[in-house]
Structure formats: structure tokens, C-alpha cells
């Protein structure tokens, strides 16, 4: 099985930060790599798919990059409805999700 | 604009069987393949397995093989997953999502059907 690190488990953000989270594959994974944002008590929104193309109608201040063996989805200047959890998701082998990322207000 | 309706929340005895469905709009059922992932209250996501309606092909992740069944039925455009033997840890959210391709990953999802395993 493809575990998934994400880091952190949680980040305390004010608005207008800058956000990043990581995301650390068990093995090589050749870019099937997604982010989803969760709001609570509401199903997923996929953000990023082939871990940097933005899905269509998500704002342009999410991006996706990847470097070495870590993906990273950055939140470029944050707003009041980005405050949600965000899981990464490996698509190469089955599925897999990370454990999550809380972003909080500050 | 596509949507994939989920069956209401259901309340269940250990050792019972659930069954979850999806009725999907919007799009040819067929084109693509509906995928099952659950979340335990306060949890992460977990992925259960998925089905391909055109060819009735399934994946099960390993821990679901054997208590898990996905079926799709073209006519009404609607998926099914049952969990037998349920315990007390199946209580959770299952959502039903569409997947077009591995590399683009859940698209459009449903609400949620509310699984609560209770003697």
C-alpha cells in the first residue's frame, strides 16, 4: 500500500496569509497526485488533480507544485472561506488519502 | 450540471448488512467509474473500493474485501455498496464520487449517507 504523509496536522492562518501544506508519498507516484478542501459536514471539493492542475472553478489562488518526492498545495493569500480541512490523495496504485490538514483561523 | 443523490441515513445492529445507494444525473452513468470512500466521525477520508458501470468491473481496497459488495444497475443510473457483518467502528459517512479518470481524481460527490452501527 502507498502511504501518504501530510504535514502539518494542523496551522493557525490569518487571512491574507500565504498557506502551504505538504504532502510525502511512501513511493513514487509519477504526479496522481490530488488535494481536496473540506468544510465540515460537507462532502470533499476537488481542488488539484495530477498534482498541479486546478480543477475547474477553484480559484486561482490554489496551486499544486511538486518537487522531488514531496507535492504541495499553496493557498497564495488566504479568505475566510479557506478555513477548512485539506487532504491530499495518491491515485497511482488504489487510493490513498493523507491524514488531513486543519487550517484555522489565527 | 451533474449530481449524485445518496440514500437517507441509516441506524444498524452489529453483525447487520447496509445498503447505500447512488442515483447519479447529469451525465451518461456509463462513462465513467463511481467510487465509495467513508469517514468516521472527527476522521480522515478512506477509500473503499469503486465500480465501473460500463463493464461491471470492481477495485476493493484490501481492507473491505469480503464484507464489501458494489453493484451498478444502468437503467436507473444507480450504484450500490452494501457492508455486512457491521461493528461498531463502521459507524460513519459514506459518499459516493465520480471518477472520470485515475489521474483527475473525485469530481462531483454526493452528500453523504450517515451509516450509525448501534446495538
Known amino acids: 500500500d502507498i502511504q501518504m504523509t501530510q504535514s502539518p496536522s494542523s496551522l493557525s492562518a490569518s487571512v491574507g496569509d500565504r498557506v502551504t501544506i505538504t504532502c510525502r508519498p511512501s513511493?513514487?507516484?509519477?504526479?496522481?497526485l490530488n488535494w481536496y478542501q473540506q468544510k465540515p459536514g460537507k462532502a470533499p471539493k476537488l481542488l488539484i488533480y495530477g498534482a498541479s492542475s486546478l480543477q475547474s472553478g477553484v480559484p486561482s489562488r490554489f496551486s499544486g507544485s511538486e518537487s522531488g518526492t514531496d507535492f504541495t498545495l499553496t493557498i497564495s493569500s488566504l479568505q475566510p472561506e479557506d478555513f477548512a480541512t485539506y487532504y491530499c490523495q495518491q491515485g497511482y496504485r488504489g487510493w490513498t488519502f493523507g491524514q488531513g490538514t486543519k487550517v484555522e483561523i489565527k | 450540471q451533474v449530481q449524485l443523490v445518496q440514500s437517507g441515513a441509516e441506524v444498524k445492529q452489529p453483525g447487520s448488512s447496509v445498503m447505500v445507494s447512488c442515483q447519479a444525473s447529469g451525465d451518461t452513468f456509463t462513462k465513467y467509474t463511481i467510487t465509495w470512500v467513508r469517514q468516521a466521525p472527527g476522521q480522515g477520508l478512506e477509500w473503499m473500493g469503486r465500480i465501473i458501470p460500463s463493464v461491471n468491473i470492481r477495485n476493493l481496497a484490501p481492507e473491505f474485501q469480503g464484507r464489501v459488495t458494489l453493484t451498478a444497475d444502468k437503467s436507473t443510473n444507480t450504484a450500490y455498496m452494501e457492508l455486512n457483518n457491521l461493528r461498531s467502528d463502521d459507524t460513519a459517512v459514506y459518499y459516493c464520487a465520480r471518477e472520470t479518470t485515475t489521474f483527475k481524481g473525485f469530481d462531483y460527490w454526493g452528500l453523504g449517507t450517515l451509516v450509525t452501527v448501534s446495538p
Open positions: 513511493q513514487s507516484i509519477n504526479s496522481y
